[in-house]
Each structure stands twice: as C-alpha cells, then as structure tokens.
C-alpha cells in the first residue's frame, strides 16, 4: 500500500524545511527542535475529561515528574503511559492530546510518566523511572493497571512487564504498544526497506538513539530488548500497533508474534500506509484517532476479559 496522501504532503513540506536529523546533533539540540516543531503545529483537538494534574512520584533515582489524566466518571483502571523519542527526547507534553484522547476512548485513567532521558541518564535509568511509575501507581490505586508507551516508551512499557514477572513485581492488567522498539538489530526488513526513507526516523537516527540509551554490551538484556527474552509466557495480554513505512514494524510484529506464541492474548494492528509516530498526529491524520479509539476500547476491555 502507498503511503497515506496526507502524510505524502506532511513529510514534503517537512523535507522543504531541511531540517536536520537527530544523529547530525546533540541531544540538547534535538529536544529544541522537538519543542519548537511541536509549538509551531496547531493544537490537536482533544476530548473534555475529568481533570488533568500535574504530580510527582517517588523512586529510587529521586523525584519523577508525572502528569494525571482522569475521566469525568470512576475510572475503571489506570494506564502507567511512557512517552516516545528514543530514550533521548520527548517530555509530558509529548504525550498530552494522546493521554487524553486515550481516557475517552478507555474510561480509564492515565499517568504519564517524565522518565530521565539519555544520555545523562542512561539505562537501566529510564527502566528504573518506569518502573518505580508503576510500583507507585500500584500502591496507591485500587484498580487494574495497564503499562503503555510509543516507541521508546513502548521499549519500556513492554521491559516493565517483563520485569514486574521476573521480579514478582505488581499485577499488570495490559500492555498498550504503539510500534515499540523491541531489539537493536538494524538488519530487518523493514530497516532496509524503511531506514533511509527520512520519514520520522532512519536507521541512523536508531542507531543514534541506541548509542546515548545502551552499551553494546547492555542491549541483549531483555529488559533493553524485549524481544532477546526466553520465556514470553505469564506476560500481558498486549495491544500492538505497527506502521507500514516504520523501520521498526518487523521487531513489533516479532514481539507480537512471540507473545501469541506464549499464548499471550495479543492484538497485533497493521497500519500498512502509516509512518513512526503516526498515533500522536492526532488532527491531520484520521488514523491516528482511529487507532486510539482501539486501543481505548481493548483497554476497557480488560476489567472483563478474564
């Protein structure tokens, strides 16, 4: 399938601007450009909810700004959500319009968590930071939790899973993944179809983002890529999303596949027209409300699904 035609003119008039890639600068320089592409959009629409606070949790690293979502009714459960940007960008705002539109769609509420970012934390410090959301939001909310995140934050969504089974951490209802990051190797299919495309993410920005995140001698671990663990049983049921021009579809479908095998319930979405990131273009591009309400509606799901 060709890409979608709105995306065709977004990433036009993106290439028009000839802005420059993550791996051609600093880390500091990409979060500027994060935040100065972000200012310049319109404001996505976004649904009315109940109330959106702004909170602080505590972990082992110290303080971990977080941002609370909650619908106008009892919620029936929690989303512990990790934003997107390669371990390296990305903040509470990244995930903003997405965390709301998440709340309508599921009748659940969401916390979205400001991990410390790379290179000046490196892993295990963003895993820790997630992981210590999760550990928090379990001893204080009486309802079932799911773990989300896009992208990088899908990458920890699915390492505090399997962390919370390895080390018989709190229950986790869920796992909500929108084309996470699962391994490093850069060598799939769809890296060499999709990698130097320049739409979202190439291979280099991957490798540059690995780069600040692990060691080569740390990325094996399961808990930085969770697609390298042995055992994929007694997991979350999961939702997976991934995009037909991402190079990072093929080690989502791997991940989803693996988990089914484990007779994991797994809801695995293919949108064959779509790029990285595509869930938080929430205004242009109709697929990225389509795929939230989805997800909203297996979250919902999960507080009967036995």
């Known amino acids: 399938m060709s890409l979608d035609p709105v995306l065709q003119n977004m990433m036009a008039a993106l290439a028009k601007m000839n802005l420059p890639a993550f791996a051609d600068g600093t880390p500091g320089q990409a979060r500027e450009l994060m935040r100065a592409l972000r200012a310049a959009r319109p404001a996505p629409p976004t649904p009315e909810i109940g109330s959106i606070e702004d909170v602080t949790l505590s972990g082992p690293r110290g303080d971990i700004p977080a941002r ?3 619908p106008f009714d009892a919620p029936a459960g929690l989303i512990v959500w990790f934003h997107g940007g390669g371990w390296v960008v990305g903040d509470l ?11 309508d769609a599921s009748g659940w509420g969401v916390l979205s968590v400001d991990y410390r970012l790379a290179p ?3 892993y295990p410090a963003p895993l820790d930071d997630a992981y210590a959301a999760l550990e928090w939001a379990a001893a204080r909310v009486p309802l079932p939790i799911a773990v989300g995140g896009d992208s990088a934050g899908g990458n920890l969504a699915a390492a505090v899973a399997l962390r919370a089974r390895e080390h018989s951490g709190p229950k986790i209802s869920g796992q909500i993944l929108f084309y996470p990051v699962t391994d490093h190797d850069f060598e799939t299919p769809s890296y060499r179809e999709n990698g130097g495309l320049g739409y979202s993410i190439t291979t280099r920005d991957m490798a540059w983002f690995w ?4 060691g080569a001698d740390q990325r094996a671990h399961p808990f930085a890529s969770p697609l390298r663990a042995e055992d994929f049983s007694r997991l979350p049921p999961a939702f997976v999303v991934v995009a037909g021009y991402d190079p990072l579809r093929d080690e989502g479908v791997a991940y ?11 809801a695995l979405k293919h949108y064959p027209s779509m790029i990285h990131g595509f869930a938080t273009m929430i205004g242009p591009v109709k697929q990225a409300e389509e795929v939230l309400r989805d ?5 919902a799901a ?3 699904r036995k």
């Open 211 to 214: 780069d600040h995140y692990a």
């Open 295 to 299: 997800a909203g509606a297996w979250t």
């Open 302 to 304: 999960l507080v009967t």
């Open 120 to 122: 000046e934390h490196p």
């Open 256 to 266: 989803a596949e693996r988990l089914g095998a484990a007779r994991v319930p797994v």
């Open 93 to 103: 705002d990244s995930s903003h319009a997405l965390a709301q539109h998440l709340v």
């Open 68 to 70: 609370l979502y909650v």
